[in-house]
């Protein structure tokens, strides 16, 4: 079985292997001979034809013949890339860009190839001996605790009619009616009146001014206010209108929070106030963790986008993860005919390449230094079991147990593990890390506050990267316009010449000119 390996770019490579189909043929030809005098139904002895076989069993060898052979053709595939050191980009979550397999049965050949993206070939080390590091160490403190309990007892409170003035900041939902006319005419505005509508006060999202007008006013109140709509509304009549709204209160709900006590415990299988709190604080502390390595790897990641300005992720690479996100999120993505596909990728693309490439770094600095942390179980065993603390009141050893035999639960355990690791290990080449410590709630601030700081790189850069692709495209539009232009009729001889003959005094006297200047 040979293995044909084909560069296919300088980030990705392709493994191919074809098997001849004599050689798969001959596996149909040994399980045919072992059954030709054999009895079969419907045939006498020793006349079941080998198309009688095929069609019969012929199935049943190809699903055999494709599964053995797809895992020997994966096995050599990996020798190969052992044998002729070639860099898989094993780093990265998932290193495959294409794989498929195809045979088709009894006289065909059988073809595996799968593509791997490779590790940059310009990946080189770089100073890092000056560069100084943020990093947060977040304790579990009191504090994070009663907000906690508040958060729990606002998740189990109830919703209750308020008889004061609505305010803002209260969870205050309303239920109201409104009628909406354009302020200079009177005119009733499509769409402006309603009836029994719940508005969430601090949540829903209306034209500026529209909930600040209710508050300080109480149910069976009637509120006149006059707005303007904003110059990018979405309807296009609307924008800078100015309309009046006649807005009716019918009632003002607000959520009470339950008790904190046994009770509320008790909902979570908890048997005391004591074990409530206990499993809370252990949620906390994973929370901790996560909130630990996430701040820190975005302080580590903002470092690198500086250190290593030119190194990108490939555009395959940037397409594969912007493909699988989109299947995810938008169903109507996977319903795209196959030809309209690249289009809405190609619109995407722009933006979301320079968030894969933030990412794309860290893992080319793990290629780089070779960081391969090694995971034991007992560096696992607390994260697990903080994990089993989320199941409050259960059985704690059962959890456990279930835990580490589970999937899903020992990668998620593993990649806290690495981050960590690789966050400490990059943290050890620097100049210095100026650690802050904080609580959990002080640690989402700060994760907001450095999130958002990069979003706003990460626009101004999509921004660009649009801009560019819309001229480049706006470019090649009006050259293929012009290519495509008819080409203007060659002028008559006669006409020709005279532009000529006018041309040549003008040209015979600057000789002239220039000596009489002279």
């Known amino acids: 079985m040979q293995v044909q390996v084909n560069p296919l770019s300088n980030s990705l490579t392709e493994f191919k292997v074809v098997v001849p189909h004599s050689e798969l043929d001959a596996i149909y030809d040994q399980q045919y001979r072992s059954m030709s005098s054999a009895r079969v139904d419907g045939f006498r002895a020793g006349h079941f034809t080998k198309s009688a076989f095929l069609q019969k069993y012929g199935k049943r060898v190809q699903e055999s013949i494709l599964e053995d052979y797809t895992k020997r053709a994966v096995q050599e595939v990996y020798k190969t890339i052992h044998a002729q050191q070639i860099r898989i980009f094993s780093y990265l979550p998932d290193p495959v860009y294409k794989s498929d397999v ?37 304790s579990v403190t009191d504090e994070d605790l009663k907000k906690t309990e508040e958060q729990l007892c606002l998740q ?22 409104s009628v909406a006319t354009y302020d200079e005419s009177g005119e009733p505005m499509t769409g402006g009146t309603f009836t029994d509508m719940t508005l969430r006060i601090d949540r829903d999202r209306m034209i500026p001014g529209f909930s600040e007008a209710l508050v300080g006013h109480s149910v069976n109140e009637t509120v006149s206010t006059v707005l303007t ?10 924008r800078n209108a100015k309309v009046k709204f ?27 106030i004591e074990e409530g709190e206990a499993s809370l604080k252990a949620q906390l502390g994973l929370k901790a963790r996560h909130q630990e390595v996430s701040y820190n790897q975005l302080c580590i ?18 397409t594969l993860l912007l493909e699988r ?34 990412s794309y770094r860290a893992y080319c600095m793990m290629a780089l230094y070779e960081m391969k942390p090694s995971i034991t179980e007992e560096e696992l065993e607390p994260i697990f079991k903080l994990m089993a603390s989320n199941f409050d009141g259960s059985d704690q050893a059962a959890i456990l147990k279930e835990l580490k035999k589970d999937k899903e639960a020992l990668t998620s355990a593993s990649a806290l593990l690495i981050l960590e690791k690789f966050n400490a290990q990059m943290q050890s080449m620097v100049k210095s890390v100026n650690t802050k410590e904080c609580s959990c709630y002080e640690a989402d601030k700060l994760y907001a506050e450095l999130n958002n700081e990069i979003n706003r790189g990460f626009d101004d850069e999509a921004k660009a990267a649009l801009e560019a692709e819309e001229a480049k495209r706006k470019a090649e539009a009006e050259q293929t316009a012009a290519q495509a232009a008819p080409a203007a009729p060659a002028p008559e001889a006669a006409d020709a010449a005279a532009p000529a003959a006018e041309s040549a005094p003008a040209e015979a006297s600057a000789p002239a000119s220039e000596s009489a200047q002279a």
Do not use: W
């Not at 609505?166 to 239920?175: A, I, P």
């Not at 006649?246 to 005391?272: G, Y």
């Open 325 to 358: 996100d989109l299947e995810r999120k938008d169903s109507s993505f996977k319903n795209l005919p196959e030809q309209l596909r690249p289009v809405v990728l190609d619109y995407h693309k722009a933006a979301y390449s320079t968030g894969v490439d933030f």
């Open 102 to 138: 195809q045979y088709d049965g009894y006289g065909k050949d059988f073809t595996f190839f799968v593509s791997y993206f490779i590790t940059p070939e310009n990946l080189e080390k770089r100073d890092l001996s000056q560069i100084e590091l943020d990093a947060i160490k977040i």
């Open 246 to 272: 006649d807005v009716t209160i019918k009632s003002i709900k607000h959520l009470v929070p339950a008790e904190l006590n046994l009770d509320l415990f008790k909902k979570l299988n908890c048997k005391s």
């Open 229 to 238: 709509f904003p110059e990018d509304y979405h309807v296009e009549k609307l």
């Open 301 to 318: 990641l903002k470092v690198l986008k500086d250190i290593y300005p030119d190194l990108h992720a490939p555009d395959e690479y940037v």
């Open 156 to 177: 189990a409170g109830t919703m209750e009619e308020f008889s004061g003035a609505v305010e803002m900041g209260k969870g205050h939902v309303l239920k109201i009616d």
